[in-house]
Nanobody, 124 residues
Framework: QVQLVESGGGLVQAGGSLRLSCAASGRTFSTYLMGWFRQTSGKEREFVASITRRGGSTSYADSGKGRFTISRDDAKNTVYLQMNSLKPEDAAVYYC?????????????????WGQGTQVTVSS
């Protein structure tokens, strides 16, 4: 089992950047597929990015391609989401998630463990 705690959210102007972090407990962090999702009020949770074990492969939702970068530091049990050129439509609660799957997945149902979320607000 793994526990996840996100941080790094906040208020930023459109065009600005934020780096989200997700710290994981446990000694098996490196074995998990990790993902970032986001959710706004009244909408379903939306895939943002995922990264395989050891960071071999990544995938992104079209909305974030070229602007967002997911990475992981297994020595620190942490996964990151660097977000650049932020837009007002990027505003949401961002969640970190962990999965036992090996292959990249954008489906929330693939992820068994979730953090509590961190709020990102983008002003226009």
């Amino acid at each position: 089992q793994v526990q996840l705690v996100e941080s790094g959210g906040g208020l930023v102007q459109a065009g600005g950047s934020l780096r989200l972090s997700c710290a994981a407990s446990g000694r098996t962090f490196s074995t998990y597929l990790m993902g970032w999702f986001r959710q706004t009020s009244g909408k379903e949770r939306e895939f943002v990015a995922s990264i395989t074990r050891r960071g071999g492969s990544t995938s992104y939702a079209d909305s974030g391609k070229g602007r967002f970068t997911i990475s992981r530091d297994d020595a620190k049990n942490t996964v990151y989401l660097q977000m650049n050129s932020l837009k007002p439509e990027d505003a949401a609660v961002y969640y970190c998630a962990a999965s036992m799957y090996v292959a990249l997945s954008s489906a929330p149902t693939s992820y068994a463990y979730w953090g509590q979320g961190t709020q990102v607000t983008v002003s226009s």
